[in-house]
């Protein structure tokens, strides 16, 4: 497990652990890998998302995370309907 900055949500005020992507860019994830999770972390600290056809293979490798703006009650705008 890599040792990430915490940070707290300004939304929601829940916990988030702090990523960064390949290019560069700040991710919020939550703290907790989720089994709907289609982010993989690294042990360096930083996240790359997994392309959906690799998903469920990736799944049976390694615990992936999912963005808490994905998960953010108080991100209500960016919420994309469930399926
Ligand atoms: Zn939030």
Do not use: Q
Request: aromatic share 4%; with cysteine.
């Amino acid at each position: 497990m890599p040792e990430l900055r915490e940070g707290t949500c300004a939304s929601c005020g829940a916990k988030m652990l702090w990523s960064t992507t390949k290019s560069g860019r700040s991710m919020p994830l939550d703290t907790e890998p989720a089994a709907t999770g289609n982010i993989l972390l690294h042990p360096d600290g930083t996240c790359e998302v997994v392309p959906s056809a690799e998903l469920e293979a990736k799944r049976n490798e390694t615990p992936l995370y999912l963005s808490h703006f994905a998960t953010c009650p108080g991100a209500a705008s960016h919420r994309k309907p469930k399926e």
